[in-house]
């Protein structure tokens, strides 16, 4: 193999023909070229250049050598280039999702302002459902997520939270619940819950769908959904109830669910997501950039 600075020297040497230009051009020494020229031709068990007093001309395999790794070398410098002015956020395309409709209108708002302050990077929004967002997020397909906390996974960043909305149960529109003016957690062992997909992480299925009330009455599960929408049909049906924000008395209204206020529940907060290896410059631009829309408005 090739060590870099063997093959730049030889790229050098084979387009200028001169030692001295060679070494300028990499700002060593000309000694240096030499040496790393002769070690190469031992190694490789040729000439790769036929030099005299007056000039230096490539050999055949020498040639050959330069024909074959030259637009090698520019695919790996091009591909580098690449690489760098992504992760700067100097170009490229951000892929950011969202779940249910007040998710959406969140980050539309915060694409307007991203775009505003780099207008040399292009963001989609795209819709994921439920059962998707964690599979796109670690999978590539998204940079960013929109979602609710807590989210406990080693390969996952949490950003700062950008909304918190009361927490409120969503129930059968005739359930007896739905005249009340609110309910208590330990009033979840009276229900069947029904259940998050399970390729979202055990922290937040834990916060949304306990097993047990703050008192330890159990809860019964009941079946899970892939998407908001089955849920609330799950939920009008009569097959069980679920927490929900408070944003989907507006967003979702149904005549067969109603929402009814926690008394005692901690809100729910919302925030971004990326991968840890794909913490871009762009991304923590974007992540920026949705904070500082968010605080201009409260």
């Known amino acids: 193999m090739l060590e870099r600075h063997e093959l730049e020297a030889f790229l050098a040497v084979a387009e200028e023909l001169h030692f001295g230009r060679s070494a300028e051009r990499l700002r060593v020494s000309t ?29 055949a395999v020498g040639q050959q050598l330069y024909e074959e790794t030259r637009p090698a070398w520019d695919q790996i410098g091009a591909a580098l280039l690449r690489a760098v002015d992504t992760g700067r956020g100097l170009t490229g395309t951000l892929r950011v999702a969202f779940v249910g409709a007040a998710g959406g209108q969140l980050l539309a708002g915060a694409t307007e302002l991203f775009r505003q302050r780099r207008p040399d990077c292009e963001v989609r929004l795209r819709e994921a459902q439920m059962v998707d967002l964690m599979p796109w997020l670690r999978s590539g397909e998204v940079d960013l997520a929109l979602g609710t906390f807590p989210i406990h996974e080693s390969d996952i960043v949490t950003g700062p939270v950008l909304v918190s909305e009361a927490r409120m149960l969503a129930v059968p529109a005739q359930h007896p619940f739905a005249r009340r003016a609110s309910v208590s957690l330990d009033d979840l062992a009276r229900m069947k819950l029904l259940q998050l997909p399970d ?51 507006r967003y979702y209204a149904r005549p067969d669910v109603a929402y009814v206020p926690f008394s005692d529940a901690q809100p729910l907060r919302w925030g971004l997501l990326w991968r840890a290896e794909g913490a871009t410059a762009r991304v923590h631009a974007f992540a920026e950039a949705a904070h ?3 605080r201009a408005r409260t």
């Open 31 to 59: 000694s240096r070229i030499s040496q790393t020229i002769a070690k190469l031709e031992r190694r490789i068990g040729v000439p790769l250049f036929n030099r005299t007093s007056r000039r230096v001309r490539l050999t």
């Open 292 to 294: 500082d829309l968010v």
């Open 199 to 249: 390729t979202l992480p055990d922290s937040l299925r834990d916060d949304r769908t306990p097993r047990t009330t703050p008192a330890g009455r159990p809860i019964e599960a009941g079946p899970s959904a892939s998407t908001f929408n089955e849920m609330l049909t799950l939920i009008g049906a009569g097959h069980g109830v679920f927490p929900v924000g408070a944003q989907a008395r």
